[in-house]
């Protein structure tokens, strides 16, 4: 698997965009400057979006449909996944994949939130 990279180009540059607009703070240490770096993951239901905050090594991710903006509806195949599992089409979910070097946000590891929830987490340090 390729490493984490900047997309700062065309290339690359949706995901990059909604993971320095979206979250614009680390959740998981609090910096305002996580320089996110992304990398790709194949997954059997979905491919995501990989983001690793440049502080902490936090690493956050979202389906590249959310991250594109097209799980709004369940007439693609992404949202359609999302809605049989109980999921809200209208809501972005990130999950945290590894919590960093934050001790203290151990605990999120592994766990799927909504975009929302990321952000008021992030706003709390």
């Known amino acids: 698997m390729a490493d984490f990279k900047r997309y700062d180009g065309f290339s690359g540059s949706i995901p990059q965009k909604f993971f320095d607009n979206k979250l614009p703070k680390c959740p998981m240490c609090g910096t305002t400057d996580p320089y996110w770096t992304l990398k790709m993951k194949m997954g059997m239901t979905a491919n ?32 359609l996944m999302k809605k049989l599992s109980g999921k809200k089409n209208s809501i972005i979910y990130v ?7 934050a001790q203290v946000t151990k605990i999120h590891e592994g766990k799927e939130f909504p975009l929302e929830e990321l952000q008021a987490m992030a706003e709390n340090f």
Request: proline share 0%.
């Open 48 to 79: 995501r979006n990989m983001a690793k905050c440049e502080k902490c090594g936090a690493i956050v991710s979202a389906t590249v449909s959310e991250t594109a903006g097209m799980d709004k509806t369940i007439l693609t195949t992404t949202g």
């Open 95 to 101: 999950k945290v994949e590894e919590a960093g070097s």
